[in-house]
């Protein structure tokens, strides 16, 4: 057995910049995930980074409103999650935006 492993990596101690509130999506770099408790400006604090949370959805595309269906890339802008491949692969859609609207639905994070 392995004597070098330091732990299952599903949960990381995370420093977002600004800060996060319990529930909040967090990028790190390209790490993304979701702040599972309070982490001010400057601190870190645990990030889970594996699974699926219901979190808001804009249908948005960057361009325009978009609709979000079930399987769609879901991106962080740097303000929101929306699908504008400019920002940052976030995971999964597994619900529906309706485009324009901003709705919270079941989201995989990336693996």
Known sequence: MATNKVQDGRILDLAPSGGASSGDPVVVGQITGVALVDIANGSSG???????????????DGAANAAVAV??????????????TSGTLFGY?????????????PVLLKQ
Do not use: C, M, P, Q
């Open 46 to 60: 645990a990030v889970e980074i594996r699974g699926v949370f219901d979190l808001a959805v804009h249908g948005w």
């Open 71 to 84: 399987g769609d890339a879901i991106y962080h802008d740097g303000s929101e999650l929306n699908k504008d």
């Open 93 to 105: 859609a597994l619900g529906a935006v309706t485009a324009g609207a901003t709705t919270t639905i």
